[in-house]
């Protein structure tokens, strides 16, 4: 049970006042951490979009590419087949 404010002793008092401020400091200590932590967050995902936006970019690339290559084997391939038949 917690004595009436006038009934404590003045050391209580302070201790209680002196715990409150430190509970008052820490949470506020909690609540920049949360605050940098969520800005770093936000950071982080941004690189990561923009990293799945290139991954996505260089998927697309990689397809065109293989498929020019095929194009071009089979031109080859025809290529071959004529000279090799004029000869």
């Given at each position: 049970?917690?004595?009436?404010?006038?009934?404590?002793?003045?050391?209580?008092?302070?201790?209680?006042?002196e715990?409150?401020?430190?509970?008052?400091?820490?949470?506020?200590?909690?609540?920049?951490?949360?605050?940098r932590?969520e800005?770093?967050?936000?950071?982080?995902?941004g690189?990561?979009?923009?990293?799945?936006?290139?991954?996505?970019?260089?998927?697309q690339?990689?397809?065109?590419?293989?498929?020019?290559?095929?194009?071009?084997?089979?031109?080859?391939?025809?290529?071959?087949?004529?000279?090799?038949?004029?000869?």
């Amino acid at each position: 049970m917690v004595k009436p404010y006038k009934n404590r002793s003045a050391t209580e008092n302070l201790i209680r006042r002196e715990i409150n401020f430190l509970r008052n400091e820490i949470e506020d200590q909690f609540e920049d951490l949360e605050k940098r932590g969520e800005k770093r967050h936000d950071i982080v995902m941004g690189h990561l979009d923009k990293l799945a936006g290139e991954f996505k970019k260089f998927g697309q690339e990689l397809t065109f590419i293989s498929h020019r290559l095929v194009v071009h084997e089979d031109r080859v391939e025809n290529l071959e087949k004529t000279v090799l038949k004029s000869s």
